[in-house]
């Protein structure tokens, strides 16, 4: 019995040291065991989940994709990175990174909030524990952007290659839910790679698509793009400033997702100094209305140059000077286009047309001037030559 007893004694001592020796041998790799909930430390916690990398704070192109990489494969669990104001897109999970995929873009000249939980975790992880708030701002495109996607809506007479417009290989979206070829899809991949031509535009020349256009400078603000973008805003009820800001793009790539282009022809008026002094209204391809017209005479010549309509009056008292220094006031002036400075368009009664016989106005037969005042907008160009 003893002899029992003492071999039962000896099987148990055994067995503690060999539990003890193996936990001693797990405690010296590395500082980790494994257990059916991962790697934890010597001291039985799992290790933070970090993150190692965020999007820029400052965002050039809105195309592109947001990645939030974690210090390992985001757990199932985990709550997903939230934009605010909230965009069109989704996100996806690749490797160790939470990526969000604007459907479009988001929007230019905008904020946006990137909110990470204080629960987003890692596999192995613990949860990150603090929550952090990441603040972007979406540069607005660039001025060749802005001629792209003005020309694309006809509100410039000028367009692109389309060989050199950007294009979105399949492998760049592959992550995207498929929906088929539907209308819906074809007016997001239009409105998408719109907004992809407008941050990252062509670096070659636009074309004319009609003769003796107004000349554009691709890439300036120049007078031409900027009438084009005052008729837009014109119509779009925005203040026509001729300047881009967030909700005129807005507004843009609005337009373009719904295929929304210029109701009328692209019009300009030509103004030609040579003997006899003409007038001409143009309509896309053709020379809509001619007429005689007055110009400035010496020591108040009317400029040369560009210059989009800015200011518009069925009738309006005109005041200045005249080249010999006396004053003039002239009431109710009639179909009034400004187009520099104290420069218009408009009608006027004199016993002829074609000569130099303004005070630097564009001066027509008055039943003329109401025909011209009824073709044109604001931003509408004048070219005087």
């Known amino acids: 019995m003893r002899i029992r007893i003492v071999l039962v004694r000896l099987t148990l001592v055994a067995a503690v040291a060999t539990v003890v020796l193996c936990s001693g041998v797990a405690a010296r790799i590395g500082g980790l ?11 039985g916690a799992l290790p933070a989940t970090r993150l190692t990398a965020l999007p820029p704070r400052a965002i050039d192109d809105g195309t592109a994709s ?9 757990a199932s669990f ?24 604007p459907t479009t873009t988001l929007e230019p000249c905008s904020n946006y909030r990137l909110g990470i939980s204080a629960a987003t975790s890692a596999v192995s992880h613990s949860p990150l524990g603090v929550h952090r708030d990441i603040y972007l701002h979406v540069a607005c495109p660039s001025v060749k952007g802005l001629q792209l996607a003005l020309a694309r809506l006809d509100y410039l007479p000028y367009r692109a290659s389309k060989a050199a417009l950007p294009h979105e290989p399949d492998a760049d979206r592959q ?30 020349h636009m074309h004319a698509r009609y003769s003796s256009v107004p000349t554009l400078s691709y890439g300036e603000l120049d007078e031409t793009t900027k009438g084009a973008l005052m008729v837009f805003q014109s119509e779009h009820e925005l203040e026509a400033t001729g300047e881009a800001d967030g909700a005129t793009w807005r507004a843009l790539f609005g337009a373009v997702e719904h295929d929304r282009r210029k109701r009328t022809p692209y019009t300009w008026v030509t103004v030609s100094e040579s003997i006899p002094e003409t007038l001409e209204v143009h309509r896309g391809s053709r020379v809509a209305l001619s007429t005689p017209a007055n110009t400035g005479v010496a020591g108040a010549e009317t400029a040369q140059g560009t210059f989009p309509i800015f200011s518009r ?6 005041t200045g000077t005249n080249p010999d220094g006396s004053k003039y006031s002239d009431p109710g002036v009639p179909w009034v286009n400004y187009f520099n400075g104290g420069d218009a368009v408009h009608g ?28 044109l907008a604001i931003g509408d160009i004048v070219v005087v030559s």
Do not use: K
Not at 195 to 204: D, G, L, R, V
């Open 348 to 375: 006027f009664p004199r016993g002829s047309y074609g000569t130099p016989q303004s005070n630097g106005c564009v001066e027509l037969p008055i039943e003329t001037a109401q025909r011209v005042y009824g073709m």
């Open 78 to 101: 985990s709550p997903r990175p939230h934009l605010s104001p909230a965009v069109a897109g989704h996100w996806v999970t690749h490797g160790d990174s939470e990526i969000f995929r």
């Open 33 to 43: 065991r494994t257990t059916s909930n991962g790697a934890v430390d010597a001291g």
């Open 313 to 318: 009056f069925t009738s309006t008292t005109m």
């Open 175 to 204: 992550s995207t839910p498929h929906s088929g070829h539907t209308a819906g899809s074809t007016i997001g991949q239009r409105a998408r790679l719109t907004a992809m031509a407008a941050f990252h535009p062509p670096s070659e």
């Open 66 to 74: 947001l990645r939030v990489r974690l210090s390992g494969h985001p």
